[in-house]
């Protein structure tokens, strides 16, 4: 075993998998059966709880339900249930009712589709493969279709967002500020001022407590009768306002929550990523004259990058998986306006609608995978290797 | 911080010190509000909620320990259970978890994998072959001994041909990406599997399924941290004659004591906290705590006083862990799991 074998620094990706050939076989002679024993426990407990379930789930949303005598049974249906979530009688909780958009949601939709089209112009040019652009079209088509929907139920007279439309908002408005937040604080707190570490204590403890409680500590203090901030509400003359019972004031409310919630987890990421960081090309800045925000933006910001998109893709896992805080801050309600996908499909699962519940389900699923996924190569991967 | 530190270029001036404290006084507020309310409610008769808001205790009420000795003494074994299901449940999946977890994590980063994807698909055919002949009506027990039969003929076989393979970066990704996975996508088939097994609403259900799910984090994490150890160890260990085993378990987990505690502590907060998967799988006896404050709006309405004490006996120990977690994150456990 030479030095340079065993040198240590961040190694990412194939640099890894090739020193780990190297080093086995060189030392570690684990037989067949010892490599088996330490990973096949784990491939197991995933085998059990996710792919099996993922196939049985599969199964189910192509069934429906039946009570037969002594027991029930799942009745092979086909693809009824995603057509009704799609296109029949479901289509209004789900996807949202539908209106021509107002001039303003022209104008958002003209800009997202202009971006998403450079976008891909932008990639031409740069040379991408044949199937990279096959990919990317259908990524940009996919994105087009989800913000029409969005500007047709959002940016719309008499439209209203389905439980899918309510979540992507969720996820997109609880991630950005979360972010922001979570980015200038743990700015802040490199700044060298007394009294950080009670700042760090303090800022980490919403990610601490059950989501479950979160929730009940916003109905408390959204009360606008019995609440703290009666006086607020009672000043701009909302007393009698009900939160929820207005569709957007509940929104804001879930999503206040989560973000009071989750800003933590982005604030001591980023904050350990910013003192990670080289501090001599920051000296190095200050001396040559550089500005604050010229250093945060052409130093701090490149260097942190890798880690700031890894952070985002990790909430937005998660975030598409939020049910606690609609669940018991605002029920789903007022009607289904608060329902994100995971509570629409408790709700089914809760109403014995198993074959309708697994189809939300998956749809979930393939937002999710279709977010993360296009996220990791346009965004992360550009990013992370350079 | 050091004192006789040379001002360096980097201390804010006097202004944007103030500007920073404001911003960071005012984050602070917004986080701790909110609890303030928590515990001055937990001190409150109804009548001092229900009469609009009082802020201080002494001052614009007298505070009063009803809500505080209505859960503890009068609902105490309704309130014990659920808190022992809890601590029952996370403690022992969060170390299920880490157990698995740091094994499976030591071996991807340490021995060479090469799964072929020929196998695998092998292994996924046999197993379609196995549900679809269960869903015809063969018995489920023949169907699995058969299938397996046929996977074991054809990877001995078939298999030695197939060259395309996988490896261990590969596998590592898998296995985070399950983490993907909505809950919700797989409780139902959960659910029914516990139904069957008879352990539906009990605590090993909980366990077992918060630790599969909680695998991907650990994986994740310890994957990294064990990146980093010093080899030299361990091929010393193994020169002299140590197993496999015996060098993860007296050198290599000994020597990840501060990853492997940060990692517990992360896990055992998400099971601490965990809502969905408890809201299918338990229902009486294996109750947890998120579950139990989440049931006090259904049945009394919502009474404060009580909801805020529930709230505060669950988020105290995590709470304390938070304090702990802090020292451990700040040392950059994270960061480096996260830079990859």
Partial sequence: MNAARVSRGRVAGPAIEDQTRRRSRASLGASFAVRAAFIWPALLAILFVSIF????????????????????????????????????????????????????????????????????????????????????????????????????????????PGTAAVTVIYVLVGITAQFLLGLGLAYLLTQRLPGQRFFRVVFLLPMMITPVGVAYMFRMLTDTGKGPLQPLWAAVGLTDYSWVNDPWGARVAVMVGDIWQWTPFMFIVLLAALEGQDQDTVEAGLVDGASRWQIFRHISLPAILPVCTTVVLIRLIEAFKIIDLPNILTNGGPGTATESLS?????????????????????????????????VNLVRRRVAEP | MNPLRRRSVKDLPP???????????????????????????????????NSGPVYLPFVDFEPSLDAWRYILVDLRSDTLRPYVNTVVVSLSSSALALLLGSAAAYALIRFPYAPRVGVIALFAGCVLLAAVAAGLGVPPAVAVVVAGACFALLAATVGRR???????????FWVISQRILPPVAVVIPIYVL??????????????????????????????????????????????????????????????????????????????????????????????????????????????????????QIMILPVIALAIALERVVSRGLLVGAVKG
């Fill in chain 1, 343 to 375: 509570l629409h499909a408790y709700i089914r699962w809760r109403t014995l609608d198993l074959g309708q519940s697994a189809a939300v389900a998956y749809s979930l699923l393939f937002i999710v995978t279709v977010a993360a996924v296009a996220y």
């Fill in chain 2, 162 to 172: 197939f060259t395309r393979a996988l490896s261990n970066r590969d596998l590592a």
């Fill in chain 2, 194 to 311: 516990f139904q069957q097994l008879r352990l539906l609403d009990t605590r090993t259900a909980l366990i077992l399924t918060y630790a599969a799910t909680n695998l991907p984090i650990v994986v994740w994490l310890m994957r990294d941290y064990f990146d980093k150890l010093p080899w030299e160890l361990e091929e010393a260990a193994v020169v002299d004659g140590a197993s496999a085993f015996r060098v993860f378990r007296s050198i290599t987990l000994p020597l990840s004591v501060p990853g492997l505690v940060a990692t517990f502590l992360i896990v055992l907060v998400f099971a601490w906290n965990e809502y969905l998967l408890a809201l299918f799988l338990s229902s009486a006896d294996a109750q947890t705590m998120p579950l139990t404050v989440a049931a006090q709006n259904a049945t009394r309405g919502p009474q404060w006083w009580y909801m805020s004490v529930l709230i």
């Fill in chain 1, 53 to 160: 379930p993922l196939v049985v789930s599969l199964y189910i949303s192509l069934s429906r339900l039946k009570l037969v005598r002594g027991g029930f049974e799942f009745r092979f249906i086909g693809l009824d249930n995603f057509r009704e979530l799609y296109f029949g009688g479901e289509q209004r909780h789900f996807l949202g009712v539908t209106r021509p958009p107002t001039p303003l949601g022209w104008l958002v939709l003209g800009a997202g589709l202009g971006l998403l089209g450079w976008g891909l112009y932008r990639a031409w040019r740069a040379g991408a493969s044949p199937t990279g652009m096959v990919l990317r079209v259908l990524g940009v088509l996919l994105a087009a279709g989800a913000m029409w929907l969005l500007v047709q139920t959002v940016l719309a007279d008499g439209g209203r």
């Fill in chain 2, 15 to 49: 202004a944007g010190k103030l500007a920073a404290y404001l911003v960071l006084g005012g984050w602070a507020l917004v986080v701790l509000f909110p609890l303030y309310w928590l515990v001055v409610t937990s001190f409150k008769l109804p009548i001092h909620v």
